[in-house]
Each structure stands twice: as structure tokens, then as C-alpha cells.
């Protein structure tokens, strides 16, 4: 039977990012208690990530790597899970068909899972491109308000205005409870 499936960005929607790029990454407290509601109910999550840095030489293909065993590994240990971490390293001239808005991450995630993108969730704080995405892939979007998510509701609406979120949610843990109050 195809699964729910829930798409969680990673730079201010699951953690911030205090010096600009992964390798600072840590995660918000609340993200943990969200992956574990969603492990619980037994949704798969998946993270997608844009990650131009690679492309423009600031990180490495290598240290990236590093940090995505190091989160997997964080999330182990505090009892979470994610069933995978997909990520577009390309710039915008690379004419990629990964980078979000583009649909190319969710298409990986759908080789390896049975998935129902109707029945499933794109989780993020930028308008542009998580709320787009959710769009192109007929699913629906939550906009938090971590991160850039203010932002992207004020000055930043006019980059994405012919979408709406479903939702617009305090943090990811407000986002994944009104997932689950949809879903009982
Ligand atoms: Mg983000
Ligand atoms: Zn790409």
C-alpha cells in the first residue's frame, strides 16, 4: 500500500544554521520530539535539501557527507529516525531537475518507497521553494515560521504568490500535530 510521506527541509525548518552553512547545523529540540511523533505514527520523513554550497565550492561533497552520518547518528541517539536525506548539490545554472521547486528529490525518494504524494506533506520555511515544490508534486505544504518562514510570509511573499500553504505553523513540531490531527 502506497505510504504518507512527509518531506521536511533542513536549514530553518528542522535546525538553524548560526554561521550560514550545514557544517553548524544543529537541531532545534523540538524537531526531535516532531521525527520521533512522526516515527510513532508511522509516517516515513524524509529530509530534502538544497545545498548550492557544494556546486559553488564552499563545501565539500565529502564534508557534506560527514554532517548528514553525523545527524543520522545525532538522531539515533536521541531515538529518531528518518528514513532518508536527499539532497541537491547543484547551482541554479547547473539545469539540474533536483533543485527545489524541482520535483527530482521526491522522485528518489519514490524509487526507493511505494509513496502517495496526494496523502503527503512538504515541511519548510522558504515559500520559493518548499511551497512551490509541495505544489509541483500535489502535495501539501506547511510553512513554518522558523528560519526564513517570516520572511517568506512578508517581504518575500511576492516570490511564491500564486501558492498557498495549507498550513502556516509555528515551528516543525506545530506543523507534524496538525498533520496528525488530519490524520485520526
Ligand atoms: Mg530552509
Ligand atoms: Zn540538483
Redesign the pocket.
Known sequence: MSRQAIFI?????LGGEPLGDILNFSFYDFSIKAIKLLNKNSLLVFIITNQSHIAKGYLTMEQYENCVKELIHELELRGAKVDGIYCCPHGRGDGCDCKKPLPGLVKQAQKDYDIDLSKSYVV???GCT?MILAKNIGAKGILVRT??GEGSLNEYRHTWQDVTANYVANNILDAVNWILSKKF
Not at 527541509?9 to 525548518?13: E, F, K, P, R, S
Request: glycine share 28%; no cysteine.
Open positions: 527541509d533542513l536549514q530553518g525548518t519548510g520555511d522558504m518548499d528560519g526564513v
